[in-house]
Nanobody
Framework: QVQLQESGPDLVKPWQTLSLTCTIS??????????WSWIRQAPGKEREGVVC?????????YRDSAAEGRFTISKDSAKNTMFLQMDNLKPEDTAVYYC?????????????????WGQGTQVTVSS
């Protein structure tokens, strides 16, 4: 069974930077069959996609336009780990962040494509 687990700092001030880690087991992050995504849910709001990496064309897709230029998705194949670096954080970035696999190689942002989710990790941006 594929398992994902997020971890990282949970409190940061505005304008600062933090990085989240997604530890993966049960599947290699180098597979070209999946897409890899970061999702978030802010308090009182619906879950939304943030950024996705497509193995089909090795492209990065920003579902949230506000993340482009500030958030970077990356992976470490040797450690089978995925990262989300978040720069210039804002209070509106406060949310529970999830990493996920999509069982298609394209970033379609279709919830039915999601294969596995992590349990989520809280990120709070506050002064």
């Amino acid at each position: 069974q594929v398992q994902l687990q997020e971890s990282g700092p949970d409190l940061v001030k505005p304008w600062q930077t933090l990085s989240l880690t997604c530890t993966i087991s049960g599947v290699s992050i180098t597979t070209n069959l999946y897409a890899w995504s970061w999702i978030r849910q802010a308090p009182g709001k619906e879950r939304e996609g943030v950024v996705c990496f497509s193995s089909y064309d090795e492209s990065t897709n920003y579902r949230d336009s506000a993340a482009e230029g500030r958030f970077t998705i990356s992976k470490d194949s040797a450690k089978n780990t995925m990262f989300l670096q978040m720069d210039n954080l804002k209070p509106e970035d406060t949310a529970v962040y999830y990493c996920a696999t999509d069982l298609v190689p394209l970033c379609n942002w279709d919830p039915e494509d999601v294969g596995s989710w992590g349990q989520g990790t809280q990120v709070t941006v506050s002064s």
